[in-house]
């Protein structure tokens, strides 16, 4: 999946892998 086009999804992506 293309996190780089979905800047929501990337927000959502990399809270989810930070804050695992």
């Known amino acids: 999946m293309d996190i780089t086009k979905m800047p929501n999804e990337r927000k959502l992506y990399l809270a989810r892998?930070?804050?695992?």
Do not use: G, I, L, Q
Not at 17 to 20: A, E, G, K, L, N
């Open 17 to 20: 892998w930070y804050f695992r």
